[in-house]
């Protein structure tokens, strides 16, 4: 038996803009998945026959193993899934870990980069985020040019993603999930689309871009206040490129006097919001009352891990 857990995932400022190449931050968070694999006669997932389907980072996972010998897997999560709160990444590079030499050390570049693959074939197009935040931990700033700081870089077509590790103080954030489940990939094409007709979508990408940079020096320097207010510039802008829901911006509204800012996460289109504050019991209590599922995480620096039950 082999077992390994990775961290879920938010990203602060730069979701869908970073797959055009432009800056991000994110960072990895307080809950985790954990993939434990023992030899099987045929590939289940949970005592369930794999189905293609219903679980395709798995099953594209599986192809970096050796197809001679299937697996039995038995997955563990307390990362929602389909909420921004990176349950495919995490699930993923998980089994990427499993299926590597047991006794070898980790290879994280190598597992960060066979994630960003499998994420890549699944969703037709993505960028590296996810799958080097949850491998890494802590948190990741993605950068067109190479940095202080640096991790590795990755290439994909005329895009290249210079990969940091960038120290953040503790933040508290309160994730807010509409519990409506938006598949990333059409999400990530439909701004594609937006883009390739519309001049003004492709600024605003830039100006998201920018806005993680500006998200980024404003949080080392502990001005949450910019923070917040860069916050609510990107919800702006994601919503213009068609990736918001009427009940992110009820939950996001609802936080606002609690809150030094709110914006969606992730893919959008339902999924999830944060708040950054400290006054998460107040933000918590804002989201039900609101109609979302709250949840109060912190940030994680322990990226994936081997051998540990989550
Ligand atoms: O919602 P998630 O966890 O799948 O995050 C998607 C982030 C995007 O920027 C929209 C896509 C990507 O691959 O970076």
Redesign the pocket.
């Known amino acids: 038996m082999v077992a390994a857990s990775a961290p879920g995932?938010l990203?602060l400022f730069g979701?869908?803009a970073?797959?055009f190449g432009e800056p991000a931050l994110s960072v990895a968070v307080s809950r985790r998945t954990a993939v434990h694999c023992r030899p099987g006669e045929r590939a289940t997932v949970n005592d369930e026959p794999l189905d293609p389907g219903r679980h395709p980072y798995l099953a594209v996972a599986l192809r970096w193993g050796d197809p001679t010998r299937p697996l039995a897997l038995e997955i563990e999560s307390d990362i929602p899934v389909a909420s921004?709160?990176?349950s495919?990444?995490a699930v993923t590079v998980a089994l990427l870990a499993c299926l590597g030499n047991p006794r070898g050390p980790l290879d994280r570049e190598t597992l960060a980069r066979g994630g960003f693959e499998v994420?890549h074939e699944v969703?037709g197009r993505?960028?590296p985020?996810?799958t080097t935040t949850v491998t890494e931990g802590g948190g990741i700033l993605l950068l067109p040019e190479p940095e202080e700081g640096l991790l590795w870089t990755i290439r994909r077509d005329d895009r290249v993603w210079h990969l940091h590790r960038c120290d953040l103080p503790p933040l508290t954030l309160v994730v807010g999930s509409t519990g409506i489940e938006a598949a990333?990939g059409p999400?990530?094409a439909s701004v594609q689309a937006r883009v390739d007709r519309d001049p003004s979508a492709r600024e605003a990408v830039a100006r998201i871009g920018a806005i993680a940079l500006e998200g980024r020096e404003a949080l080392v320097h502990g001005d949450v206040a910019r923070a917040g207010a860069l916050m609510a510039e990107n919800h702006a802008l994601l919503n213009g490129l068609g990736v918001g829901h009427p009940l992110l911006d009820k939950l996001v509204e609802a936080c606002r006097p609690h809150a030094y800012g709110a914006k969606l996460t992730?893919?959008g289109g339902g999924?999830s919001m944060i708040a950054l504050t400290d006054e998460p019991r107040r933000v918590t209590a804002a989201i039900q009352a609101a109609g979302g599922t709250p949840y109060m995480v912190s940030t994680e620096p322990r990226g994936v891990v081997r051998n540990a039950r989550a």
């Open positions: 995932k990203i979701e869908h970073v797959v921004g709160m990176g495919s990444a994420e969703q993505a960028s985020i996810d990333t999400l990530v992730g893919a999924g």
